[in-house]
């Protein structure tokens, strides 16, 4: 009798694109999943497998917890079998909450305060005290934040207006509110005289308040008649009435309103700890709690590891494995407290998998989308060894990936395709990855880098001198403008400090291109993120006489039964959820009177239903054509005008937020890894849309690992030679044919791609 074989068994997949995939996926294997940008590999495996594993890992818990867990619906499939537990880890960004940092993440901190309140000298009280968040442990000079917050004159007063031309740029302050208008009509001050024009007197009044000893009143107008207020200045007014309270309390004004106006710098009683002074007096081995919070991960393993105390090394011992990881994911010049919301897309994905790697747990799904977005070819190494780890450990390991080092690493490749979004769904291929050299998968394996070697001429540059942001070292550097430059180096090197920080704060009209999300939503379509919603329902307004707001499924045309939504979800209780199309509409989200009228024989709906591609030759109106050409020249072609923006892939959203960009000529264009989530042949679009851009006359300046992007540039600096205090420095500038005779880690990867190409 044969051998069962232990694997995944899915039949008829129809979520988002599926085409009736049908898969059987090995387990204790390593499995890569590849295919274009859009061709349905989350469908697989993030919205089948990962959530038809979490439905049914609910089930096992009674009703009523299960009421209060994250509820899942049921994907659309015949036949979901052989499903072990799953741990995803995703791309999206970890909450940037400001108080969420590295040791909190992975759970650290709480370790680090036991082992203080056990052994620290001189001792004090318990772990809780060495926390900002605690009574005793808050710095009572900033609360327990690190930063002092205080007024900057020149961010909130415009000299050369007077109070009426809103000299006082801070809102609740200014004209518009309450405060500003009593400040004009009060009688104190001269409501159309320039700020600059006030004699010393007058100033120091307005900003500062009566001399020490004086009191000042002016009258108050309300429907009561005058009413005499005490006039206190402007500054101890903004410092007590929006710094020295909760303001997330006041509904006239935000937390960035205040910082717009303000200056924050390090707390000088906590030195930016938020920590109280006598919480600092404790110390381990010469140091405090807060420098333990500052030193790079490798030298805390190294103080850790000199703890001789038995019980401090009880506890040391359980934090030590945590900091292992870390290291081994490269990450070792990260500290405690870096904060979650400054890492990059590719470190914050990789203290996520360290966080899941300490578990001793076999038989799981782990679940990686793209693990190697953000990590130089060097370090892909590692990520292999990780998961190679894994699978020994007797668990499947699943990947969605383009980089080929990966590919090659897998025990199954399947390939999704053969096209994207209406032209994808289906299994293109799966088996071994020789096998795929002959067959009709659009990845390939013997990839050859072109080097560019004829590099655009270089005429002028943007200075940076004597950067010094985070852990650069003091560096001044020419980028040359009106040209494509890749700035490269690994993990940590500087690259995001040079470029997103000490870039950007000398040419803040840089138009940035991120990894964030866009703020999407299911009512929010490629139509209305490119602004082009608003044209089509004046089109169909004129050409019918009915009002716009009747082409819209937010608004008058919002089909009465679903409301818009094109699906109900009817209330079952404590049952798994239930989504259902709208009979009414059929899922069209539109009523059957907006549905009556058509523009060129197509109704709204049949319009949304039009590709890019297809839209080009059907609108006439100039804006429109230029906007979807855009999409067009970013390679979303194959996306529909009515597709939502959260059904979009990673790649796909990045690519959307450069198109709404690419209106404008004569620009700063500043990207942040833009070959993230996209395959191969996809990169060629994306820099046939750089080089497009550079030729009209824009700068482009792209933070890049893909070796493609590269070495097709027209100038390549690199940063390192290692990560955080081992970086910070610009080891290379040049163009990609001097790199080849240059002898950096960067350097050593584009000659191992090139050589094929001049052999």
């Given at each position: 009798?044969?051998?069962?074989?232990?694997?995944?068994?899915?039949?008829?997949?129809?979520?988002?694109?599926?085409?009736?995939?049908?898969?059987?996926?090995?387990?204790?294997?390593?499995?890569?999943?590849?295919?274009?940008?859009?061709?349905?590999?989350?469908?697989?495996?993030?919205?089948?497998?990962?959530?038809?594993?979490?439905?049914?890992?609910?089930?096992?818990?009674?009703?009523?917890?299960?009421?209060?867990?994250?509820?899942?619906?049921?994907?659309?499939?015949?036949?979901?079998?052989?499903?072990?537990?799953?741990?995803?880890?995703?791309?999206?960004?970890?909450?940037?909450?400001?108080?969420?940092?590295?040791?909190?993440?992975?759970?650290?901190?709480?370790?680090?305060?036991?082992?203080?309140?056990?052994?620290?000298?001189?001792?004090?009280?318990?772990?809780?005290?060495?926390?900002?968040?605690?009574?005793?442990?808050?710095?009572?000079?900033?609360?327990?934040?690190?930063?002092?917050?205080?007024?900057?004159?020149?961010?909130?007063?415009?000299?050369?207006?007077?109070?009426?031309?809103?000299?006082?740029?801070?809102?609740?302050?200014?004209?518009?509110?309450?405060?500003?208008?009593?400040?004009?009509?009060?009688?104190?001050?001269?409501?159309?005289?320039?700020?600059?024009?006030?004699?010393?007197?007058?100033?120091?009044?307005?900003?500062?308040?009566?001399?020490?000893?004086?009191?000042?009143?002016?009258?108050?107008?309300?429907?009561?008649?005058?009413?005499?207020?005490?006039?206190?200045?402007?500054?101890?007014?903004?410092?007590?009435?929006?710094?020295?309270?909760?303001?997330?309390?006041?509904?006239?004004?935000?937390?960035?309103?205040?910082?717009?106006?303000?200056?924050?710098?390090?707390?000088?009683?906590?030195?930016?700890?938020?920590?109280?002074?006598?919480?600092?007096?404790?110390?381990?081995?010469?140091?405090?709690?807060?420098?333990?919070?500052?030193?790079?991960?490798?030298?805390?393993?190294?103080?850790?590891?000199?703890?001789?105390?038995?019980?401090?090394?009880?506890?040391?011992?359980?934090?030590?494995?945590?900091?292992?990881?870390?290291?081994?994911?490269?990450?070792?010049?990260?500290?405690?407290?870096?904060?979650?919301?400054?890492?990059?897309?590719?470190?914050?994905?990789?203290?996520?998998?360290?966080?899941?790697?300490?578990?001793?747990?076999?038989?799981?799904?782990?679940?990686?989308?793209?693990?190697?977005?953000?990590?130089?070819?060097?370090?892909?190494d590692r990520l292999i060894q990780m998961m190679k780890s894994l699978k020994a450990q007797h668990n499947t390991v699943i990947v969605i990936e383009?980089?080929?080092?990966?590919?090659?690493?897998?025990?199954?490749?399947?390939?999704?395709?053969?096209?994207?979004?209406?032209?994808?769904?289906?299994?293109?291929?799966?088996?071994?990855?020789?096998?795929?050299?002959?067959?009709?998968?659009?990845?390939?394996?013997?990839?050859?880098?072109?080097?560019?070697?004829?590099?655009?001429?270089?005429?002028?540059?943007?200075?940076?001198?004597?950067?010094?942001?985070?852990?650069?070292?003091?560096?001044?550097?020419?980028?040359?403008?009106?040209?494509?430059?890749?700035?490269?180096?690994?993990?940590?090197?500087?690259?995001?400090?040079?470029?997103?920080?000490?870039?950007t704060e000398s040419y803040p009209e840089t138009i940035m291109v991120g990894q964030g999300s866009i703020g999407i939503s299911n009512r929010s379509?490629?139509?209305?993120?490119?602004?082009?919603?608003?044209?089509?329902?004046?089109?169909?307004?004129?050409?019918?006489?009915?009002?716009?707001?009747?082409?819209?499924?937010?608004?008058?045309?919002?089909?009465?039964?679903?409301?818009?939504?094109?699906?109900?979800?009817?209330?079952?209780?404590?049952?798994?959820?239930?989504?259902?199309?709208?009979?009414?509409?059929?899922?069209?989200?539109?009523?059957?009177?907006?549905?009556?009228?058509?523009?060129?024989?197509?109704?709204?709906?049949?319009?949304?239903?039009?590709?890019?591609?297809?839209?080009?030759?059907?609108?006439?109106?100039?804006?429109?054509?230029?906007?979807?050409?855009?999409?067009?020249?970013?390679?979303?072609?194959?996306?529909?005008?009515?597709?939502?923006?959260?059904?979009?892939?990673?790649?796909?959203?990045?690519?959307?937020?450069?198109?709404s960009h690419l209106q404008k000529e004569g620009q700063i264009y500043l990207l942040d890894e833009p070959s993230l989530g996209l395959h191969t042949?996809?990169?060629?679009?994306?820099?046939?849309?750089?080089?497009?851009?550079?030729?009209?006359?824009?700068?482009?300046?792209?933070?890049?690992?893909?070796?493609?992007?590269?070495?097709?540039?027209?100038?390549?600096?690199?940063?390192?030679?290692?990560?955080?205090?081992?970086?910070?420095?610009?080891?290379?500038?040049?163009?990609?044919?001097?790199?080849?005779?240059?002898?950096?880690?960067?350097?050593?990867?584009?000659?191992?791609?090139?050589?094929?190409?001049?052999?």
């Amino acid at each position: 009798m044969s051998e069962i074989k232990d694997e995944i068994i899915l039949r008829g997949l129809k979520e988002n694109n599926l085409k009736n995939v049908d898969l059987n996926i090995p387990k204790e294997k390593i499995i890569v999943f590849t295919g274009l940008s859009g061709s349905g590999k989350s469908s697989v495996v993030f919205d089948t497998l990962a959530t038809e594993s979490r439905r049914q890992m609910t089930l096992n818990y009674p009703l009523y917890v299960r009421y209060q867990m994250p509820r899942y619906e049921r994907p659309h499939a015949d036949l979901m079998q052989n499903l072990s537990p799953v741990v995803v880890v995703e791309q999206r960004s970890i909450g940037s909450n400001s108080r969420s940092t590295v040791g909190t993440y992975m759970d650290i901190n709480p370790l680090i305060r036991l082992l203080f309140s056990r052994i620290g000298k001189p001792s004090i009280g318990s772990a809780n005290d060495f926390s900002s968040q605690s009574s005793f442990g808050r710095c009572p000079e900033c609360g327990g934040f690190g930063e002092v917050i205080a007024p900057d004159l020149n961010k909130m007063i415009d000299y050369y207006k007077s109070l009426r031309d809103y000299a006082v740029k801070f809102k609740p302050l200014s004209p518009s509110g309450w405060q500003g208008r009593w400040m004009m009509t009060g009688g104190l001050f001269d409501p159309d005289k320039p700020i600059k024009d006030y004699s010393e007197e007058e100033l120091h009044l307005l900003l500062y308040g009566p001399r020490a000893g004086e009191r000042v009143y002016a009258p108050f107008h309300t429907k009561h008649g005058p009413q005499k207020h005490e006039w206190d200045g402007l500054l101890p007014r903004f410092t007590r009435l929006y710094i020295n309270r909760d303001i997330s309390k006041l509904k006239e004004v935000t937390q960035d309103d205040v910082l717009a106006v303000s200056t924050h710098s390090l707390c000088p009683t906590c030195q930016g700890s938020g920590l109280n002074p006598k919480v600092l007096e404790c110390r381990i081995n010469g140091l405090n709690i807060a420098e333990y919070d500052q030193l790079e991960l490798i030298e805390l393993l190294e103080e850790l590891t000199n703890i001789k105390d038995p019980m401090g090394e009880s506890i040391a011992q359980q934090t030590i494995p945590h900091l292992i990881q870390l290291a081994e994911m490269g990450l070792g010049y990260l500290s405690l407290s870096r904060k979650m919301g400054t890492l990059s897309g590719g470190e914050a994905q990789r203290v996520k998998i360290a966080r899941h790697l300490g578990s001793s747990l076999n038989n799981i799904t782990y679940i990686f989308d793209e693990p190697s977005a953000g990590l130089h070819p060097e370090e892909v190494d590692r990520l292999i060894q990780m998961m190679k780890s894994l699978k020994a450990q007797h668990n499947t390991v699943i990947v969605i990936e383009h980089d080929l080092s990966v590919i090659k690493a897998a025990d199954e490749i399947i390939e999704m395709g053969p096209g994207a979004g209406v032209n994808g769904g289906e299994v293109v291929y799966q088996g071994k990855l020789e096998g795929l050299i002959n067959s009709k998968a659009a990845t390939t394996l013997n990839h050859k880098l072109k080097i560019n070697s004829n590099p655009r001429d270089i005429e002028s540059y943007f200075t940076i001198k004597r950067a010094s942001n985070n852990n650069l070292k003091n560096i001044s550097v020419n980028i040359p403008s009106n040209v494509l430059v890749s700035v490269c180096g690994v993990s940590g090197s500087g690259k995001s400090s040079l470029i997103l920080g000490a870039f950007t704060e000398s040419y803040p009209e840089t138009i940035m291109v991120g990894q964030g999300s866009i703020g999407i939503s299911n009512r929010s379509t490629l139509a209305t993120y490119m602004g082009i919603m608003d044209d089509v329902r004046s089109i169909f307004s004129k050409e019918t006489g009915q009002p716009a707001g009747l082409f819209s499924f937010n608004s008058l045309g919002a089909c009465p039964i679903c409301k818009g939504k094109g699906v109900l979800t009817p209330d079952v209780a404590f049952a798994d959820p239930v989504t259902i199309p709208c009979e009414a509409c059929g899922g069209t989200r539109y009523s059957d009177e907006a549905l009556s009228y058509r523009y060129q024989d197509k109704n709204i709906v049949e319009i949304l239903d039009l590709t890019i591609d297809e839209s080009i030759n059907y609108f006439k109106v100039p804006k429109i054509i230029k906007r979807v050409n855009t999409l067009k020249d970013v390679g979303l072609g194959y996306l529909t005008l009515g597709q939502t923006t959260s059904s979009l892939s990673g790649g796909e959203i990045q690519r959307l937020k450069l198109a709404s960009h690419l209106q404008k000529e004569g620009q700063i264009y500043l990207l942040d890894e833009p070959s993230l989530g996209l395959h191969t042949k996809d990169n060629r679009k994306l820099l046939d849309v750089f080089q497009k851009l550079v030729n009209r006359g824009n700068s482009v300046i792209i933070i890049e690992h893909n070796l493609d992007f590269i070495a097709v540039s027209d100038w390549v600096i690199e940063l390192g030679p290692g990560g955080g205090k081992q970086g910070g420095h610009i080891i290379f500038e040049g163009t990609p044919e001097e790199m080849l005779n240059a002898e950096t880690l960067t350097a050593k990867w584009l000659k191992d791609g090139a050589r094929k190409q001049f052999t």
